[in-house]
């Protein structure tokens, strides 16, 4: 025991389900990073590992910052007094480009380049849907307090240099009571970005962030920013929302608050592991075959050596050859 009171998770996800049973088992507090797993043996585990920490009072922030950001926090307060009403669909986008690759080096071993580009490797980051969009998600169930049930979506691989990804998803996630929401991202140059969540009610919208609209387009809700010294908005919340969190750990460990955000953080990240399944294969795909799947991802082996796993591995190709 280093003596430690606080450990932070953030390697590759492929490894945060057996850091954070370690980290628990040790009896420390946590911050980890999402996603907390890449695949549904992953997140069973994270969710068991989470009711295990519950009773042993340890706290646990999981890295979806947007849950700590004051200006998201006032536009919730608004959903839930009714400002907008029912919430009838939900959009969320993290378009973007092309995201940091390396190749390969002279005297790398295969896992070693692996591991070193790692946010293009399935296995390694569970693919940019679930490693960056989930934050996306994420926000629409906060705001909706649900996760979806069922997911419709594609995507391909058009301009990736290395890994077996793909670089841009388009999935229509159903819930429960009928509700959509279209979730999209893309890591590719030259298009067009966009990285935001919408939200639609029965009595107004709201981009969840900083503004809440009637259905005419008239401001029922403004979040007010502090003012720089020409006395103009700085448009970001006063505390930088990544230094939020860490603060908002702290501070449970030193009052004794719980908090332990492990379960919800492993909900959203299978929902995103729902789509990327949908568009992988091009089916249906629904939130109890997720978490009965046995699907685990990566080699068997975790060795800083030569597998032969990337000459085994390839992109997913959706449907069938049937002509």
């Known amino acids: 025991d280093a003596g430690v009171d606080v450990i932070i998770l953030a390697t590759p996800p492929k490894f945060r389900p057996e850091h954070f049973e370690a980290v628990v088992q040790a009896r420390k507090h946590v911050f980890m990073e999402k996603p907390v797993a890449v695949d549904p043996e992953g997140i069973r585990q994270i969710m068991a590992t989470a009711k295990k920490a519950e009773p042993l009072g340890l706290k646990i922030v999981t890295g979806t910052q947007r849950r700590h950001q004051r200006d998201y926090i006032g536009v919730l307060q608004e959903i839930n007094k009714g400002t907008i009403g029912e919430i009838v669909s939900a959009n969320c986008y993290w378009n973007q480009s092309q995201l940091w690759y390396r190749e390969r080096q002279t005297g790398w071993t295969e896992m070693e380049f692996m591991i070193r580009d790692w946010v293009n490797w399935l296995w390694l980051s569970g693919d940019h849907i679930v490693e960056q969009h989930i934050h996306n998600i994420d926000v629409i169930n906060w705001f909706t307090g649900t996760h979806p049930t069922k997911a419709v979506g594609m995507g391909s691989q058009q301009r990736r240099v290395t890994g077996d990804q793909y670089d841009n998803f388009s999935i229509d996630f159903e819930y429960d009571n009928g ?7 893309r890591q590719i140059n030259g298009c067009v970005n966009n990285v935001s969540e919408w939200i639609v009610g029965t009595k107004g919208t709201t981009n969840c962030r900083n503004s809440v609209l009637d259905l005419e387009g008239n401001s029922l809700f403004e979040y007010t920013y502090p003012l720089n010294d020409n006395g103009e908005s700085t448009d970001r919340p006063k505390v930088d929302p990544y230094v939020q969190e860490h603060i908002n750990l702290v501070t449970c460990i030193r009052q004794d608050i719980p908090i332990n ?5 492993a909900i959203t990240n299978m929902v995103a592991i729902m789509g990327r399944t949908s568009a992988y294969t091009g089916k249906e795909v ?3 075959e997720m978490m009965n799947s046995d699907m685990k991802l990566g080699p068997e082996m975790h060795i800083m050596g030569d597998l032969g796993y990337i000459e ?4 997913a190709v959706p449907g069938s050859d049937d002509r």
């Open 179 to 185: 509700m959509h929401m279209h979730s999209m991202c």
């Open 261 to 265: 955000e492990a379960e919800q953080t």
């Open 286 to 288: 629904t939130w109890d």
């Open 312 to 315: 085994t591995t390839s992109v």
